[in-house]
């Protein structure tokens, strides 16, 4: 199992344009490194995508920023829920970096606090930034200034802890105007009680700590206790507290949850797979990264992950970097034996964990859109289709490289609602604005070959009047029975030298054993792929991607249906009609079981409109 990204050291082997193109639009840090593999640069970017094509609008960089981009060689990115989440993993992972181009180039200031102090009888709450040497209990960090002082501001009002310099308070002969819009109980002058304000710093630890659940419990009680008493106006008070507590409760993923975790997620699309881990210490992500290994034996991602794991903690035997949990999506068959392992590695209880909760979930979560991001980016680059294209090319024999396929599927539930979808892959990989869709009428419900010959007919004849390219190669999913319906719509159509391709799924229907039908001009021919071949890969990818798309419309149009009767659609059949069709059989299953002499018997429908219906609900209508 080789561990080892692929190659993309050469300055010159850095295709930003294709990069770009397949990259996300979410909210994350994006790493820029240079031919040697060092991190030169690190920021955050609420749309990674628009981001990072702005460092190669030349027009818009200075020189020391163009300096820089000259030296990128590879770009890495973790993307994050929100941009909040992408600020603190990025100074996280400056700290751990120290690029330097980001010591240069951007204002490296330590995130706020909040305080409070040790003071004896009446603490107080303070905005802090700094060294976390001096006395007291830090909260935090936060993300930015004002986010700090925003939540001082409502802690103020809802719990009234004093937030006034020691100096100011000792000096106090008569309560200031916080008390006096009550923001303050005035401890200054003895105006509050030690216990009670000692209950009124509680809360607010409870709420600084991540205990929200339980203060919100103990003001809900107080609320419905206020409420009983009717003293109403004290309820909505509360009411009103618990409602600015919501707004700014913390619920970050990045920061200030949990201990020492690795959290690993994998994606796999053989012989390619990737696997993210993120590193969590003292409740702190402070790396993120992808690995890109070859493990030609693994079935799922699972097994990758299994694998990863066994190489990379076991082989090293440093038990300082071992964390405390190693958390994944899913426990192997070998899981006992692995968790013993880290544990006798590390001298110490390692766990294995999977079906994780809360901020746990959240961060594997994030692990897997990240595998699933660098993984679609590695296939997604021009370089990698270009390279299985010319596999293709030599697999299927053509006289050119296809620089445009085209695959068509059907997708239905039971013959109903049946949708054929149309996606198009060229040197770039899937041209999304080019896919499609089609409404599957007039054929026998569940006929699937002749749902193929008519959305071949509706989309090649649009293709004859110039409405799109024309591929180079058509993929359809299925057999040589739908090979042959295929072959008899081009005839009609007049579609002459375009090869076509049939994938039909093999007797277990798994990867890798595709049995494959190419029919060019008159000659058909039965191709076997070894199940690594670059060439099949492709093929699979864009067989899978028409099938997705396909099921997408269908459920869809299975949704919209659900929301409508299924008598609405029968010409003719109106809202008197429907009631009576339903009154006399009582439901859908008798109206479906009903013969046309059945239907003719109903109040309103004359043999001629029972002829209609009874066609229509079972799909032989012309």
Known sequence: MDSQPPTMTQKTAFDHESYIAGLTRRPGVYQMQDSAGKVIYIGKAANLRNRVRSYFRGTALNARSLAMINKVARIEVTVTDSETEALLLEQSLIKQSRPTYNIQLRDDK???????????????????????????????????????RDSLNVLQKVFQVRQCEDSYYSNRTRPCLQHQIKRCTAPCVGLVSQEDYAEQVRYSKLFLEGK???????????????????????????????????????????????????????????????????????????????????????????????????????????????????????????????????????????????????????WLEMAGANARQSLETLLASRQNIRRRLLFLQRALKLEKVPTRLECFDISHTGGRETVASAVVFDENGPARSDYRRFNINAVKAGDDYAAMEQVLKRRFTRLLAGEAKMPDLVLIDGGEGQLGRAAKAFDELGVENLPLLAIAKGISRRPGQETLFLRQGETTRELSLDSISPALHLVQQVRDEAHRFAIAGHRRKRAKAGKTSFLESIPGVGPARRRELLRHFGGRQQLFRASETQLANVNGISRQMAETIYKHLHGTFP
Do not use: W
């Not at 509360?238 to 690795?262: E, H, P, T």
């Open 110 to 148: 330590s995130y706020p606090y909040i305080l409070l102090t040790d003071h004896q009888n009446f603490p107080r709450l303070s905005f802090y930034r700094g060294s976390r040497r001096g006395k007291g209990v830090f909260y935090g960090p936060y993300p930015s200034a004002h986010s700090t």
């Open 212 to 362: 929200s659940d339980r203060l919100f419990n103990e003001l809900a009680r107080d609320m419905e206790a206020a409420a009983a008493r009717e003293q109403f106006e004290k309820a909505a008070v509360i009411r009103d507290r618990i409602a600015a507590l919501r707004r700014i409760q913390d619920k970050q993923a990045v920061a200030n949850k949990g201990g020492n975790s690795d959290i690993i997620a994998a994606e796999l699309d053989q012989p390619y797979a990737c696997v993210h881990v993120i590193h969590v210490r003292a409740g702190r992500i402070i790396d993120s990264k992808s690995h890109f290994p070859q493990y030609r034996l693994a079935q799922n991602a699972t097994e990758v992950v299994a694998a990863f794991i066994s190489q990379v903690y076991l082989s090293g035997g440093k038990a300082t970097l071992m964390p405390r949990e190693v958390i994944v999506p899913e426990l192997s068959e070998e899981a006992e034996k692995i968790e013993a392992a880290l544990s006798y590695v590390a001298e110490r209880k390692v766990k294995l964990s999977a079906r994780v909760r809360s901020h746990r979930a959240r």
